[in-house]
């Protein structure tokens, strides 16, 4: 079956970096559209950033110029490299696929993806 395991969460003073990773397996990796999602307490998840099959990124307004997403086919792997981090960054941060067409999974709502991450946490502080 579908698993998808987060890591590389941690907590970073404001202006910090971090790299996420999601390790992918059980399915063909690189036909499956990718996103990072992220949610804070008492907040609803929202789309951070999503990628196509053919490596298309898109981004949340609130993170465009910061954070940047991008895979490795040959590992099975999507990352999130987080630059110049913000106290309104902290969240748990999940990593979802699904076999969507691309205009589905740019729309970064929750619903259209099934499968999903555990979760890693991001903490920044001011």
């Known amino acids: 079956q579908v698993q998808l395991v987060e890591s590389g969460g941690g907590s970073v003073q404001a202006g910090g970096s971090l790299r996420l990773s999601c390790a992918a397996s059980?399915?063909?990796?690189?036909?499956?559209?990718m996103a990072w999602f992220r949610q804070a307490p008492g907040e609803q998840r929202e789309g951070v950033a999503g990628?196509?099959?053919?490596?298309?990124?898109m981004y949340a307004d609130s993170v465009k110029g910061r954070f940047t997403i991008s895979k490795d086919n040959a590992k099975n792997t999507l990352y999130l490299q987080m630059n110049s981090l913000k106290p309104e960054d902290t969240a748990m941060y999940y990593c979802?696929?699904?076999?969507?067409?691309?205009?589905?999974?740019?729309?970064?709502?929750?619903?259209?993806?099934?499968?999903w991450g555990q979760g890693t946490q991001v903490t920044v502080s001011s």
């Open positions: 990628i196509d099959t053919d490596d298309t990124p």
């Open positions: 059980g399915y063909t990796y690189s036909s499956y559209c």
């Open positions: 979802a696929a699904d076999s969507i067409p691309w205009v589905h999974a740019r729309a970064m709502r929750p619903s259209n993806f099934r499968y």
